[in-house]
């Protein structure tokens, strides 16, 4: 067989043929230059998508606060006084009759009320848990929706659908299409950050963050929670920034040349996330020192003045992460998949979340950025009001709980009621897709033009479902 070298291609004939004065007259324009250059090369590149928003926005950024695993909806946000009524009585058969459960198909159905105690809070009068106390006194920030409704049953392909739209891993998630579909507000922090915490159990699937078909530069980039967010944040011992500049700036020129040839748009992403990592090795040390934060702030959410890899700690990350024009951050805090033990379970990350949740919504608002902030609270699915075991609850698709706030939500709110047992909605059902498309159209994105021509079909977040919820617009 002979060398691939004794039949070069075009290309490389070209790259063979290019000589070191060629080489370095088009290096030799400075890191500045060719900073600019990939700019100039990814508005080209990008002349072609739709220009959005395309009608007034409300909101600039996105805070998702992830609650992986399904958190019981009857524990939290969703008071069931006939579940208590009729705890260990079978729940009336034309309720469940053709329904798809993961765990319970074969099982007695039989009514789980919880002992957890509700409160209506604020003027608003929310009814939320005791478990939250925090979340309590800012009730009337909440839009709380109780009619979350879904697709997928079971945990991977429900982080998906919830992420992506869509059941199978390969398309791109939420943070992704508003990174396409809006770009880049900071020139030293990625579009779409994402950040875990909690206990070790269900796994997060990366498909959730992915960009599938999108360019590689609108994927989530996830920090590290502790210690320092990103690895290979210091050069090397004995490589100054200047010598790094310079590597950066060679090794832009070589890609610029291959994407000549090529015609790769991914050749375009590697130039940007060469000059974005960086940029990074100055902008993240700063995001992560916390000492800089007030004695009052650091009270707020509970921490430190150094992350410390908690859901509060994460929570402060994320507000910092916004300042710095992150548009999209994800903040995912695992444990909550309670098959058993579902008030000692819910407690326990109810107590690691609360805090955090409310100090971040009180931060926003104080610094004036709520309005243009939108932060959104929930799971993959909801649990269901039969027992699972005599004390734990089975996924469900028929209804969940989540909240939203900031970002034009109408505040003090709540969307949607399920019937008198939590299983489905009564009235006005929350499907995945329409949270899709109220998300989008709060970015000032009308969800049915935000499109990607991939292999001869325009795909886009709501695929052909999704309707934008107008009673949750402020």
């Given at each position: 067989?002979?060398h691939?070298?004794?039949?070069?291609?075009?290309?490389?004939?070209?790259?063979?043929?290019?000589?070191?004065r060629?080489?370095?007259?088009?290096?030799?324009?400075?890191?500045g230059a060719?900073?600019?250059?990939?700019?100039?090369?990814?508005?080209?590149?990008?002349?072609?998508?739709p220009?959005?928003?395309?009608h007034?926005?409300?909101?600039k950024?996105?805070?998702y606060?992830?609650?992986?695993?399904?958190?019981?909806?009857?524990e939290?946000f969703?008071?069931?006084?006939?579940l208590?009524?009729?705890?260990g009585?079978?729940?009336p058969?034309?309720?469940?009759e053709g329904v798809?459960?993961?765990?319970?198909?074969?099982?007695?159905l039989?009514?789980?009320?919880?002992?957890?105690?509700?409160?209506k809070?604020?003027?608003?009068g929310q009814?939320?848990?005791?478990?939250?106390p925090?979340?309590?006194?800012v009730?009337?920030?909440l839009?709380?929706?109780?009619?979350l409704?879904t697709?997928q049953?079971n945990?991977?392909?429900a982080?998906?659908?919830?992420?992506?739209g869509?059941?199978?891993?390969?398309?791109?998630s939420?943070g992704s299409?508003l990174?396409?579909g809006?770009?880049?507000?900071a020139?030293?922090?990625p579009?779409f950050?994402?950040m875990r915490s909690?206990?070790?159990g269900?796994?997060?699937p990366?498909t959730?963050?992915?960009?599938?078909?999108l360019?590689?530069?609108?994927?989530?980039?996830?920090f590290?929670?502790s210690?320092q967010?990103?690895?290979y944040?210091?050069s090397?011992?004995?490589?100054d920034?200047?010598t790094?500049a310079?590597?950066?700036?060679?090794?832009a020129?070589?890609n610029?040349?291959?994407?000549?040839?090529?015609i790769?748009?991914?050749?375009l992403?590697?130039i940007?996330?060469?000059?974005?990592a960086?940029q990074?090795?100055?902008?993240v040390?700063?995001?992560?020192?916390f000492?800089?934060?007030?004695?009052?702030?650091r009270e707020?959410?509970?921490?430190?003045?150094k992350?410390?890899?908690?859901?509060?700690?994460n929570?402060?990350?994320?507000?910092?992460?916004a300042?710095?024009?992150v548009?999209f951050?994800?903040?995912y805090?695992t444990g909550?998949d309670?098959?058993?033990?579902?008030?000692?379970?819910?407690?326990?990350?109810a107590?690691?979340?609360?805090?955090?949740?409310?100090?971040?919504?009180?931060?926003?608002?104080?610094?004036?950025?709520?309005?243009?902030?939108?932060?959104?609270?929930g799971?993959?699915?909801g649990?269901?009001?039969?027992?699972?075991?005599?004390?734990?609850?089975?996924?469900?698709?028929?209804s969940?709980a989540?909240?939203?706030?900031?970002?034009?939500?109408?505040?003090?709110?709540?969307?949607?009621?399920?019937d008198d047992?939590?299983?489905?909605?009564?009235?006005?059902?929350?499907?995945v897709?329409?949270?899709h498309a109220?998300?989008?159209?709060?970015?000032?994105?009308?969800?049915?033009?935000?499109?990607?021509?991939?292999?001869?079909f325009?795909f886009?977040l709501t695929?052909v479902?999704?309707?934008?919820i107008?009673?949750l617009?402020?």
């Amino acid at each position: 067989m002979k060398h691939a070298l004794m039949n070069p291609s075009p290309a490389m004939q070209a790259m063979l043929q290019t000589t070191r004065r060629h080489f370095f007259g088009r290096a030799a324009t400075g890191l500045g230059a060719a900073a600019l250059s990939s700019v100039l090369e990814r508005q080209t590149v990008d002349a072609s998508q739709p220009q959005f928003p395309n009608h007034p926005a409300k909101a600039k950024r996105v805070i998702y606060l992830y609650m992986s695993g399904g958190p019981s909806q009857f524990e939290t946000f969703d008071d069931k006084p006939m579940l208590r009524e009729l705890n260990g009585k079978p729940i009336p058969k034309s309720l469940t009759e053709g329904v798809k459960l993961a765990f319970l198909q074969y099982e007695a159905l039989k009514c789980f009320g919880t002992d957890i105690k509700f409160q209506k809070c604020g003027e608003s009068g929310q009814s939320i848990s005791d478990v939250l106390p925090h979340l309590q006194k800012v009730a009337d920030d909440l839009c709380v929706i109780r009619t979350l409704q879904t697709d997928q049953v079971n945990h991977d392909p429900a982080h998906t659908f919830m992420n992506t739209g869509f059941g199978i891993a390969g398309r791109p998630s939420m943070g992704s299409w508003l990174s396409y579909g809006l770009g880049s507000e900071a020139a030293d922090l990625p579009d779409f950050v994402v950040m875990r915490s909690g206990p070790l159990g269900q796994p997060i699937p990366t498909t959730a963050w992915h960009n599938g078909f999108l360019p590689g530069k609108h994927q989530g980039v996830e920090f590290y929670g502790s210690e320092q967010p990103l690895n290979y944040l210091k050069s090397p011992s004995g490589i100054d920034r200047a010598t790094q500049a310079r590597s950066i700036e060679s090794i832009a020129a070589l890609n610029r040349m291959h994407y000549d040839q090529s015609i790769d748009e991914e050749v375009l992403t590697r130039i940007d996330q060469y000059e974005l990592a960086f940029q990074m090795q100055t902008s993240v040390p700063d995001l992560a020192n916390f000492a800089s934060e007030t004695t009052a702030t650091r009270e707020l959410y509970g921490v430190g003045d150094k992350p410390d890899g908690s859901f509060a700690s994460n929570c402060l990350m994320a507000r910092r992460m916004a300042e710095g024009g992150v548009r999209f951050i994800q903040l995912y805090h695992t444990g909550w998949d309670h098959h058993g033990g579902v008030v000692k379970g819910v407690k326990s990350r109810a107590k690691e979340v609360d805090q955090g949740c409310a100090a971040l919504i009180e931060d926003l608002k104080q610094r004036g950025m709520l309005d243009d902030t939108l932060v959104i609270w929930g799971g993959e699915f909801g649990r269901t009001p039969m027992s699972q075991g005599g004390s734990g609850r089975d996924h469900h698709t028929k209804s969940g709980a989540m909240w939203m706030a900031g970002g034009g939500i109408n505040a003090g709110t709540s969307y949607g009621e399920t019937d008198d047992f939590g299983f489905t909605a009564s009235i006005d059902p929350f499907h995945v897709h329409d949270f899709h498309a109220t998300v989008l159209h709060l970015m000032g994105i009308n969800h049915k033009r935000l499109t990607y021509r991939h292999q001869g079909f325009d795909f886009r977040l709501t695929n052909v479902h999704g309707n934008v919820i107008e009673p949750l617009l402020g």
